[in-house]
């Protein structure tokens, strides 16, 4: 078989792929990309399950891509991972060393693999300026009319949402044609049992907040990151966000998270199916 350009280590959270693409980054003379689309962000460190400790291999370190490259609440998508991604897979193979993708963030493997073609789409001054007089229902509205199926995040602001449309009125701003980048990539899927997942996830965020991601997200609340920016962050975010603001208690938090990750690791694997 010919030699792969790109391995690609995929897999639910909790299923080990960290660990095992630094080993196996060690043992080939590689390069790890990270693939997940909360870990780019900084400071955001327990909540979003940056092992750092899981990238030291016989006491060195294997070196990592995409993770602490922007910051909470900057608008990080598909389209920069793919440019960043793009970035660091030359710069990888420009040095001859193999580029590692490892993630759970199914849509921006797929964004690679799959070889999408994405816009930039640019601001669009005439058409905010018509709609800029609208309510925040009244946009939500527009939006629904424009594109019926849309992430639920596009309604949180006014910002967000004239972004939106922005890009569904926008022919190259989705998905279309294959790039002109083919990458003979070896792509190997982690499928642990579900009980050890489950098990792995419970002992892991246990461990995490005695290690204080707690305060590590009223860190983020006292750098100025809203309710709303946490809530789109999801799981330990959004639950831990409830709690520091009174909503619900302890036991309530660590219940409905707990089961919230068990349920984001079946969605994970739905998607890799």
Request: aromatic residues 10%; glycine residues 8%; proline residues 4%.
């Amino acid at each position: 078989m010919k030699s792969p350009e790109l391995i690609v280590i995929l897999g639910p959270t909790a299923s080990g792929k960290t660990r095992l693409a630094a080993l196996l980054s060690d043992n080939v003379g590689g390069e790890i990309i990270s693939a997940d689309s909360r870990q780019v962000y900084r400071g955001m460190n327990l909540g979003t399950g940056k092992d750092y400790k899981d990238y030291i291999v016989d006491g060195k370190p294997v070196a990592y891509h995409l993770i602490d490259i922007a910051e909470p609440g900057e608008d990080y998508n598909v389209f920069r991972f793919q440019q960043d991604f793009y970035a660091a897979f030359n710069d990888i193979v420009s040095r001859d060393k193999l580029p590692i993708l490892c993630g759970g963030t199914g849509l921006y493997i797929e964004s690679v693999l799959g070889k999408y073609s994405l816009s930039n789409v640019p601001e669009n001054k005439p058409l905010r300026a018509a709609l800029m007089h609208l309510s925040q229902q009244e946009l939500s509205e527009y939006l629904r009319r424009l594109k019926p199926v849309h992430n639920t995040t596009d309604l949180l602001d006014h910002e967000r949402t004239l972004r939106a449309i922005e890009i569904a009125t926008h022919e190259s701003g989705q998905p279309s044609q294959p790039l002109n980048t083919s990458i003979n990539a070896f792509i190997f899927g982690l499928n642990p049992g579900r009980e050890q997942v489950r098990m792995r996830i419970t002992t892991r965020l246990q461990q995490r907040l005695k290690e204080g991601m707690i305060e590590e997200v009223q860190g983020l609340v006292e750098r100025g990151v809203t309710m709303q920016m946490l809530d789109y962050y999801g799981l330990e975010y959004r639950y831990i966000a409830r709690y520091i603001a009174g909503l619900i208690s302890y036991d309530q938090m660590f219940a409905r998270l707990n089961i919230a990750i068990h349920q984001f690791a079946k969605r994970q694997m739905t998607w890799f199916r």
